[in-house]
């Protein structure tokens, strides 16, 4: 289930590898990328597209970009479980709109600038407000959703008081077993229940449920992160959204459980 010691060192070579092609790319682009004032934004974004992010969501924004040799290395018995997202589908996972829905343009801006360390995104922090908007808008171009539909509203997020107590624990302890979150993430949340091992992505690749011992969601640590993902779902991942099946009292103490399984409580 986990990535084994010899597994990481690997992750370690690959990301030291795409890092000489990122600079590769940059020092190549970097004059041909300063960005003319004339040009439109999608111009702009195409460039900033082209020198940052191509190298893995690929020309077409259909994930396939030069980091794709990664799964040729997973058939020679190496596992790497890096899956640059495929934009053509519209489908995103990390949003603060309901299931089935766009994300909004702060939801994407957050994952451009934070990166998602987990999957091996690199944060693109560094680039100015204006850059960030002109490659969301760049990356819109790619699937015919952004054209038909509108993002739906973020759901309200406003942590409740007892989050942490030992009641709330205990309740949330009660909500993991009855809605089975330990079919997919196991009995003590290592990402190891009955389901975990054949789970496919929209995309057609392996996905492993959170191991909750393991740190970081691939959103964050705070409570709002965890609270996030099983209200919204992560769409195009099996992680249902239980927005409709549990009440606001029972995910926040469904949180409370899931600091615990964290280590986050004393
Ligand atoms: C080293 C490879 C790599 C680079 C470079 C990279 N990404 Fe990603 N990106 C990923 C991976 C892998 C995922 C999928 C993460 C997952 O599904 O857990 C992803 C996912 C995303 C998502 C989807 C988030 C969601 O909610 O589902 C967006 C948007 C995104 N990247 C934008 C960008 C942009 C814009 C750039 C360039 C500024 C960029 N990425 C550069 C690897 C990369
Ligand atoms: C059908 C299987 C399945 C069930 C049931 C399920 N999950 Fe998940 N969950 C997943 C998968 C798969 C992922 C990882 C998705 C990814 O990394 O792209 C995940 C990820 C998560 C994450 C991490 C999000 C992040 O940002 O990395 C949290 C938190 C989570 N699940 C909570 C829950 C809770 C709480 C329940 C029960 C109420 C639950 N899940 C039920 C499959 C499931």
Same mark, same amino acid.
């Given at each position: 289930?986990?990535?084994?010691?010899?597994?990481? @060192?690997?992750?370690? &070579?690959?990301?030291?590898?795409?890092?000489?092609?990122?600079? *590769?790319?940059?020092?190549?682009?970097?004059?041909?990328?300063?960005?003319?004032?004339?040009?439109?934004?999608?111009?702009?974004?195409?460039?900033?597209?082209?020198?940052?992010?191509?190298?893995?969501?690929?020309?077409?924004? /259909?994930?396939?970009?030069?980091?794709? @040799?990664?799964?040729?290395?997973?058939?020679?018995?190496?596992?790497?479980?890096?899956?640059?997202?495929?934009?053509?589908? *519209? &489908?995103?996972?990390?949003?603060?709109?309901?299931?089935?829905?766009?994300?909004?343009?702060? /939801?994407?801006?957050?994952?451009?600038?934070?990166?998602?360390?987990?999957?091996?995104?690199?944060?693109?922090?560094?680039?100015?407000?204006?850059?960030?908007?002109? &490659?969301?808008?760049?990356?819109?171009?790619? $699937?015919?959703?952004?054209? /038909?539909?509108?993002?739906?509203?973020?759901?309200?997020?406003?942590?409740?008081?007892?989050?942490? $107590?030992?009641? $709330? @624990?205990?309740? *949330?302890?009660?909500?993991?077993?009855?809605?089975?979150?330990?079919?997919?993430?196991?009995?003590?949340?290592?990402?190891?229940?009955?389901?975990?091992?054949?789970?496919?992505?929209?995309? *057609?690749?392996?996905?492993?449920?959170?191991?909750?011992?393991?740190?970081?969601?691939?959103?964050?640590?705070?409570?709002?992160?965890?609270?996030?993902?099983?209200?919204?779902?992560?769409?195009?991942?099996?992680?249902?959204?239980?927005?409709?099946?549990?009440?606001?009292?029972?995910?926040?103490?469904?949180?409370?459980?899931?600091?615990?399984?964290?280590?986050?409580?004393?």
């Amino acid at each position: 289930m986990k990535s084994s010691k010899r597994t990481q @060192v690997w992750f370690f &070579v690959l990301l030291m590898a795409v890092s000489v092609l990122l600079i *590769g790319y940059w020092t190549n682009n970097a004059a041909a990328a300063e960005p003319k004032k004339d040009e439109g934004k999608k111009d702009e974004g195409k460039k900033i597209y082209e020198s940052r992010c191509i190298i893995c969501h690929g020309d077409k924004g /259909d994930g396939k970009g030069l980091v794709d @040799v990664v799964h040729r290395n997973e058939k020679k018995g190496m596992v790497w479980n890096v899956f640059p997202r495929d934009f053509t589908s *519209g &489908v995103f996972k990390f949003r603060s709109t309901p299931t089935g829905c766009l994300p909004t343009d702060e /939801d994407l801006k957050r994952v451009i600038t934070s990166g998602i360390p987990r999957a091996y995104m690199p944060s693109s922090a560094d680039l100015p407000d204006e850059s960030v908007k002109a &490659v969301i808008k760049y990356i819109k171009t790619f $699937s015919n959703r952004w054209k /038909d539909e509108e993002a739906c509203k973020p759901i309200p997020v406003k942590k409740a008081q007892y989050v942490g $107590s030992a009641d $709330s @624990v205990k309740k *949330g302890e009660q909500l993991w077993d009855k809605m089975k979150c330990w079919e997919c993430h196991g009995k003590e949340g290592k990402g190891d229940g009955p389901k975990s091992d054949s789970l496919k992505d929209d995309w *057609g690749d392996k996905v492993l449920p959170f191991d909750f011992t393991s740190g970081a969601t691939k959103m964050g640590f705070a409570p709002e992160n965890v609270y996030v993902a099983y209200t919204t779902g992560l769409d195009g991942t099996g992680m249902p959204s239980f927005q409709d099946s549990l009440s606001e009292d029972d995910r926040w103490n469904l949180v409370s459980y899931t600091l615990k399984l964290m280590g986050r409580l004393q």
